[in-house]
């Protein structure tokens, strides 16, 4: 009886350790050290300062923002980032880690795609900057790590947050298919690289989702990095493409059960027409409380997706549109145009003098301007020397 106890004991013992052995090589190969040096050393923070306006008041402004981005080549010290990270900025400057100078690197903006949100930087020098590997994002799986490198508020350079993928498909505006991630994001961060644990870029941080009430819910959405690719190899051929059949702005979501109350067939999600459309492909062909519910036998699932079949069609290809039109359903097949637009670069007015400001002396004057006893600031030009330095109006 004795032996037979003991034979059971080490039995047990045995198992344990072997079970033991199995779960720590699990947990070794799950929790390797990701490379987080690699994800600091290639990321980039982006200054920008907007071109000069006139206020109500007749003083010269400018916006000044912030955000992140990653150093793709040393060939043309490129940079991708957002596009809206530098829509409308007159001036660029990038800060790799460990920035210690007052200014950033000057860089220009070479192209940008307002549809995918994507734009290319080339520095003035690079010097030392460690390149980005890119990625695969196709195999990415619910579930695994990721890890978030940005400049959150515009007041934190290289900060890093870590999460997960919580979804590899969802669709935002602009016809788009992002990665949610619950790796957290602020204002600041987009543009910005998001990395696998080995440190390489498998998105843009772009986007965090809002409520009403406490502002971030911890849902964040990021580019995928081929779709930065094919959008960044395109700029690099031309003008950006996607389709577009003249719906901007007339389209509303349907929830199932109101798509019911129009007779959608199969309980799906639908979009209705709320106007008549009056230009473009859908002219004459699309009106108001039309209901749209499949796309070349696609079945709709929002107004994203919906935006998402329209915008990868190739321009010059026809859809197949299944609506419902007063309780009866119709086919209807539309021409498919080229969504981009060019949209105008603003003109910087010519600086005069050496520094691209007007002066007026109110020392003379009575009342309030009388008690300003030097020269005040009236206006300051664009890409003058003062609004490269930060110069305002109304400084004295």
Request: glycine share 10%; hydrophobic share 40%.
């Amino acid at each position: 009886m004795v032996n037979q106890n003991r034979r059971f004991k080490f039995a047990r013992v045995t198992l344990l350790i072997a079970a033991g052995a199995t779960l720590g090589a699990y947990l070794t190969h799950q929790e390797s050290e990701p490379d987080v040096e690699t994800m600091l050393d290639s990321s980039v923070s982006i200054r920008t300062i907007g071109h000069v306006i006139t206020d109500q008041l007749g003083d010269s402004v400018w916006s000044k923002r912030s955000g992140s981005g990653f150093f793709v080549s040393s060939d043309n010290c490129e940079v991708w980032t957002n596009q809206h990270v530098i829509a409308e900025a007159a001036l660029v400057e990038v800060v790799p880690r460990d920035w210690v100078e007052p200014r950033g690197i000057p860089a220009r903006v070479v192209a940008s795609d307002p549809r995918t949100d994507v734009a290319v930087l080339h520095m003035e020098s690079c010097n030392g900057m460690q390149p980005v590997r890119l990625g695969n994002a196709r195999d990415l799986q619910q579930g695994d790590d990721v890890f978030a490198v940005g400049n959150p508020s515009g007041r934190n350079p290289d900060s890093l947050t870590r999460g997960i993928v919580s979804h590899t498909q969802r669709f935002l505006s602009g016809g788009i298919q992002y990665l949610q991630t619950d790796a957290m994001i602020n204002s600041g961060n987009s543009g910005g690289a998001l990395f696998n644990r080995d440190g390489e870029v498998i998105g843009i941080n772009t986007a965090v989702a809002t409520d009403n009430n406490s502002g971030g819910t911890g849902v964040s959405y990021a580019i995928p990095i081929y779709v930065v690719e094919s959008a960044i190899a395109e700029l690099n051929t031309g003008a950006p493409s996607w389709g577009d059949i003249g719906l901007k702005d007339l389209l509303t979501e349907l929830s199932p059960s109101e798509a019911e109350m129009f007779k959608v067939p199969n309980g799906h999600p639908a979009v209705a027409v709320i106007r008549d459309a009056e230009e473009g492909p859908s002219k004459d062909l699309l009106q108001a409380r039309d209901v749209i519910f499949e796309v070349n036998n696609v079945p709709i699932r929002s107004l994203e997706h919906l935006e998402w079949l329209i915008s990868n069609a190739e321009p010059g290809d026809r859809l197949n549109l299944k609506v419902m039109r007063d309780g009866n359903e119709e086919k209807i097949n539309v021409a498919v145009n080229d969504g981009w637009a060019l949209e105008p670069t603003p003109t910087p007015e010519q600086y005069e003098g050496f520094l691209g400001l007007s002066l007026a002396n109110w020392a003379e004057e009575d009342g309030e301007k009388g008690s300003f006893k030097s020269p005040v600031i009236m206006h300051v030009r664009s890409l003058g020397p003062a609004h490269k330095a930060g110069v305002t109006s109304s400084q004295h």
